[in-house]
Structures are given as C-alpha cells and as structure tokens.
C-alpha cells in the first residue's frame, strides 16, 4: 500500500512541474512576440532633424498628418520652427503614422523621437499619442580627422563648420567637393560644399563670414551629421594658427557643453530645400519669408514673389491661399527683387563667374524668378552661343530605326574598366532598395505595337517649338488615363483597397551619372502640350544637375520607361513601388504589314508593354488601356496639341 502512494505523489509532482513549465514558455513566448514587435516598430522612427549646425532643439509649429494616416515617401510630416525660418519635413519611409510623440507647439532636441511610422495599420496598438517618446539618439561618433586627442597649449579663435542634416533620416554625409580652398574669404550666402544625399548632390552655402582656416574632412570622405568637417576664422592672420593647431593634433569636441571658445558658436551653415532655386526657407524678417512648402509650390507656378505676399495669419506665415489671393487682386509683383545684398544667381553660378572673371549681377537670368544660372554664365562669357529661340527638350529626332525618345543618354568617351569591388552611391543604393520593394507585388505584362508615322509627322512639325517627343507621350498617357482611371490607381496592401488618383503625375525615367531618377510632371492631365514640354526641360535640366526635390522624382502615379534611342526591339519595366502601371517603349522600326484593303505596305511601328499590378489591375484592362492610346497616336495624334 505504501509503494502504491509513493508512485501516485511521484505523478504529481511531474504533473506540477510540467505546467509550470509550459507556463514560464508561454510567458517567454509572449515577452519574445511584444519584443519582437517593438525591434521592428522602432525601425521608423521620425527623429527632430537639425535644421542647422547651432539648432539644438526644435519646435512643432504643426502636424501635416495625424495619427492613422496613410504616408509616402516625400509627404511633408511636419513643420519645425528653426533659428531661421519654419522649415517642412519630408518623411523617406512609406508606411502609417503611428504615433505622435510631441505635439504642435511642443519642443524636442535635435536627434529625439517625436512620432514612430508603421509599415500596417495592425502594428499602431504598439503607440500612440500618449505613449512617451523614446530617448534622444546618442551624438554620432567623431570623424576620423576630428578624432585625435586635442593638442595642449593656448587654443586659436575659430569656429566648425558642421555636417548638416538634408534629411530627417539622414546619418553621415559624403562630401562630394569643396567649393573654397583654404584661406578663401567665405561670404554669407557662398556655396562652402556640396554633400551627397541618397537622391541629389546638395550645394550647402554659408550663413557666417570668414576665412577657410583648415578642411577636416576632404572630397569623397564621409562624416556623420553635426560633426566639424573645417575650422572658419574671422580673420586671414589666424589661419597659419588653425593650421598649427589641427597639425598637433587639436579637435573640437561634439559636446555642446565645450565651445570652441567664450562667446563662439559654430559657424551657421544651412543645408537649402530642394523644391526648386527660390524655395528655400527665407526669413520673416530682414527679407526673410515664413511660408509653407506648397506655399511656395503654388508661387512658383503663378510667378509671385513671396516677398509681396499679405500673410493672413497672426504669425505671418504664408499659406497657399494667401498665394492665390494675392496673384488674383494683382498685389504680388512678378518681377522677382531679391533682398538686400543677397545675389540672385545659383552657387555654380557665382562660382562660375568668379571664374571667368565676370559680376554675375550684371548677367540677365533665365532661370525662376530672374535667377542667374550656369549656361547664362556660360553664355556671357561667350562659351555658349546665345539663345535665339525656345531650345527643344532633351529628345532626339525619330530616326528611321529609333522609337521617339524620352530622355537621350548623356554622351561620353570610353569608361575605364572597372574591378574589384566599387561602392553603390546614396543614389543606387535608393534604386536598389525600390528594386526589393518590387519583387512583393505580383505583376503581369500586355504588349501592343502602335503605328507611329502620323506621330512622327506631328514631332517634326512641333520639334521646332520647343515641344519634345517625351513631352508628347507624357500627353498622350495623361489623356488616356482619363478614360481609364484604373491605370492610375494604386493599391493598398494594408487595407485591401484601391486608391485612385484625382491627378496624372507621370514619371519618366531618366538615366544620369551615377544612378536612375524618375522626374515627375505634376497634374499633367489639366497641362497642354507646351506647358509639359517647359516642365519637362526645367526637370531634366535640374536632374542632370542632381538639383530636383523628393516631391518631383517621388510622386508618379503612372511611369514612363523609354529604350527606344538604343534600337530595342522591346523589353520588360519593372514596377516602381506605389503605382500601378508602368509602360516600356521599344524602337520604332519599319515593319511589312497587311492592311485593310488586302494590299501590304511598309509603316514603322514601336512595341509598348506594359507592366501592371495585378491585384487590382487585370488584363482586360490593360488591353483597353493599350487600344485607347494605338488609337490616340496613330489616327488621333493630332488632338494632343489642342489642350
């Protein structure tokens, strides 16, 4: 009897044992899903940028999306109060805005949290409003040529130039070239250095005035945001002593907490926007200007100075209506007058100039708002003949074997063989991350051959006007998706929905040094032919320069791929991420076909294919989509120049 309840008290114990053991793993498992959870909600998280080198905190003047929004890459999130002027902040990542950290009106420093984006809404139970934000990132590491001990003895006058920060997700830069040399006087406004981004190469000018004492970081080195990349003087005596300085070793330390000397601060260099050459953030006062980011959109479209704009809020920020109101009852001037003692012309320009040993204020611009650009200089100093009527677009004629086509590979001599392994740019490493991104979406492709001769007749005659093939087939689509809207719709995994488009942003692809951008003609549904073919050669231009704004190579929503320059008979697109559709366009070649009548003739004919989502786009419609723009180009081509 006693053996027979010592197995049974044996079974209990095991039993106990066994349940606390699947409990202590249920808990583990739940720890390891809500950790899980967190790792990858904190991947997006949108950080106060540092809108210049001395801005260490920053303050919410508003939110441009509230939580549960949908957001793309190039949406404006926010706008933050800098030290001089209230600047947008674009988001780089898509996804859904989670949770708001800081609200309007708050203050955060440079580096903090203040809102978190999810890639689902399934993820936004992980934050909210209410949640607190996350610590501040830590200070980025020294660059190498700060990194030395500091030197002993009496420390020089003088003061950093910073990294800046060109995007809110941006961590280190490349500094592409420098524009001065050592011990060139630097004025407020002068182009210090040009860094590279993941999309463009950005001009980055001085605020401050002085020598350029000492380079810490040269061409083609990186450096992380906020740390010193050259020491600026005051004057041209200090230089041999900055340099003695930097020699023995001497650094600058990142912490805010040791300035270099009593009083000083670091030199104020200012990354610009990019929306275009007058959208940078001016000031309210001193010929400065507060306005938003379509604010400025829309002045730039109708010609108007904001420095002639009413502000209608309190705050004397500038909205878009205010804009509109003032272009409408005449009170905007459209000649453009910059402030006082700042010179209306380009950084290459003013360095161009300087060059050729010519006052770039005495040189007529033709750029927005009367700004100076480089071919006027070019064309001032006689290396560039004078222009005698509107230059085409960027687009060669249609010759006998080549389709129209959209964008001509830039000329050049016989590259070097490369070898080994060479480093992707900011630029390629964006186009592979894209890449990636397509390879989740299930597509299929319809090709269709268009006749173009009755194209090709209609090029010939406008070529002359300045109207370009690409701007052509950019009319020809817009038009097209008017009748088929699904074309230019998109889907949207997250809520199993399609999302049509009011407008037709299309995109064309244009390849440039170092990477592949996409230019977008905005609203090009409500443009006639010739505005297009203006906005085409304006973004072209700008693209080839590295000098367009996310929101003008990020917001197509129906792409362009033209190959036809190079003679192919026909090839696959691959589908830019966010969009719906994208159509390749092959050579146009002359082809033996039947007609009609029974009898055969010779007509020559491009094959488009088109590359489609297919979880709300089918083939019928493509099919559709395709015999709607046959028709258009080959009996109807005509009706593109008439609005």
């Not at 004397?316 to 001037?333: E, L």
């Not at 090029?459 to 009748?483: D, I, N, Q, R």
């Not at 003679?567 to 589908?575: E, R, T």
């Amino acid at each position: 009897m006693s053996i027979f309840c010592l197995l049974i008290a044996v079974c209990l114990l095991a039993f106990v044992s066994q349940a606390d053991a699947l409990r202590s793993a249920s808990t583990l498992r739940r720890f390891m899903g809500t950790r899980a959870q967190v790792l990858m909600m904190a991947k997006k998280d949108v950080s106060m940028p540092a809108l210049s080198s001395t801005m260490k905190e920053g303050r919410i003047v508003s939110w441009g999306k509230k939580v549960g929004d949908k957001v793309s890459a190039g949406d404006i999130l926010l706008v933050v109060e800098s030290d001089k002027a209230d600047m947008d902040v674009e988001s780089f990542e898509d996804g859904y805005l989670g949770a708001i950290y800081t609200p309007e009106g708050g203050t955060a420093a440079v580096g903090a949290v203040v809102a978190t984006i999810v890639d689902s809404m399934s993820e936004m139970a992980g934050g909210s409003a209410n949640t607190p934000a996350p610590a501040a990132a830590a200070p980025p590491a020294q660059p190498k040529s700060a990194a030395v001990p500091m030197a002993s003895g009496p420390k020089p006058k003088f003061e950093p130039l910073m990294m800046p920060s060109l995007s809110s997700t941006m961590k280190e830069g490349k500094v592409v070239s420098w524009s001065k040399a050592v011990g060139d006087k630097i004025s407020s406004g002068d182009m210090v250095l040009v860094v590279e981004s993941d999309k463009a190469d950005m001009d980055v000018e001085s605020y401050e005035e002085g020598y350029l004492a000492a380079i810490l970081v040269k061409d083609g080195e990186m450096a992380p945001v906020g740390s010193p990349v050259a020491y600026l003087t005051k004057s041209k005596d200090e230089i041999a002593a900055v340099q003695a300085f930097v020699a023995s070793g001497g650094s600058v330390s990142l912490d805010s907490s040791a300035p270099v000397e009593a009083g000083s601060a670091p030199a104020n260099i200012v990354a610009p926007t990019q929306s275009s050459p007058t959208s940078s953030s001016t000031k309210v006062t001193e010929g400065r200007v507060a306005s938003s980011g379509y604010a400025q959109t829309v002045a730039k479209e109708l010609g108007v100075d904001l420095h002639a704009v009413q502000p209608t809020r309190g705050d004397q920020y500038i909205t878009s209506k205010d804009v509109v109101a003032s272009a409408s009852s005449g009170g905007a001037s459209r000649k453009h007058i910059p402030a006082p003692g700042v010179i209306n012309a380009s950084p290459v320009a003013r360095k161009l100039a300087s060059e050729n040993n010519l006052d770039v204020r005495q040189i007529i611009g033709t750029g927005n708002f009367d700004r100076v650009l480089p071919d006027d200089v070019l064309r001032a100093a006689g290396k560039l003949p004078p222009v005698a009527a509107p230059a085409p677009a960027a687009a060669p004629a249609v010759a006998t074997s080549k389709a129209p086509a959209a964008v001509p590979a830039a000329t050049s001599s016989v590259a070097t063989a490369a070898s080994g392994r060479v480093a992707l740019t900011g630029m390629q490493k964006a186009v592979a991350k894209n890449m990636e991104k397509s390879l989740s979406v299930p597509v299929f492709r319809v090709s269709r051959d268009i006749v173009t001769d009755n194209f090709d007749a209609l090029y010939a005659k406008l070529k002359s006007k300045g109207v370009s093939v690409s701007a052509l087939l950019a009319k020809a689509v817009a038009e097209v998706c008017k009748k088929h809207p699904i074309m230019n719709a998109a889907f949207d995994a997250t809520k199993s929905e399609i999302v049509y488009n009011d407008n037709v942003n299309v995109a064309m692809a244009v390849a440039i040094d170092g990477g592949l951008i996409t230019p977008t003609i905005m609203k090009a549904q409500d443009m006639d032919l010739f505005a297009i073919s203006r906005t085409w050669k304006d973004l072209v231009d700008r693209a080839k320069t590295k000098k367009l704004s996310p929101a003008e190579y990020s917001s197509g929503t129906i792409t362009i791929s033209n190959l036809g320059m190079f003679g192919v008979s026909s090839f696959d697109a691959i589908l830019p991420p966010g969009t719906g559709a994208i159509l390749a366009i092959a050579a146009a070649q002359p082809r033996v076909v039947q007609l009609s009548s029974g009898y055969f003739s010779v007509q020559k004919t491009m094959t488009v294919t088109v590359t489609s989502d297919h979880r709300h786009i089918y083939g019928a419609h493509v099919a559709e989509f395709l015999k709607e723009l046959a028709d258009l180009l080959e009996n109807r081509v005509d009706s593109l120049t008439m609005g």
